[in-house]
């Protein structure tokens, strides 16, 4: 395990972790929300009569909702989605997550970050979603633990994830901080190539149905299958990061 860190810090140049903030994505790592993200996307797709799959959107997690129609739009009719269509999908697509959507947390994910805030660490949300109706509970289900005036969502970026925009933003607001003082937490491909792209050292929770193979090709430095197991394995995580 240690080798994952010690080989980030060649590949960046850096001498050592000096970590003060952990950036967290939302859906699939603080929700439980992207089995219903899937279903209002297939949904909602299947209504304007446009094929696509309910797993695919796992992959497309963390990409602004009017990149990922007209990514589909144009695989599928070989042209770009008008303005109108990326407005009208995307908000048919919104009503449905906000009907199917039942704000069930991860499991431990507000352990962890309970945990990581208590011991000093700056807790910062990156998302690439744009639902009021999940953005607006983080005050009540992780209560004191997140600035909302720190977080980074698809109303604040113009190129979404796996655009490294949205983590460099993460580190500014987390206070102009350097690569080497921030660990993302993750489950998407896009979401990791991001943070990868900004040169952040990115831990993958597998919550959902991809292979860890997709995590690792994306370039995660460490693959978990769990918020539980992240929360177990951070002690030692922490002291291998100092003992470096």
Known sequence: MTTAFKDFLTKHNYSKFDIKAILFDMDGVLYDSMKWHSKSWKDTMDE????STAEEFY???GMIG???INHIIKREKGRDATDKEKEDIYRRKSELFTKYNDGSLIPYAYDFVKKVHDEGFTCVVVTGSGQPSLINKLEVNFPELFNKKMMVTAFDVKHGKPHPEPYLMGLKKAGNL???QAIVIENAPRGVEAAVAAGIFCIAVNTGPISDKVLIDAGANIVLPSMESLLNNWNEYYRIINGI
């Open 66 to 68: 009017k990149k990922t």
């Open 59 to 61: 992959l497309y997690e």
């Open 48 to 51: 304007f009569d446009i094929p």
């Open 178 to 180: 350097n690569s080497n």
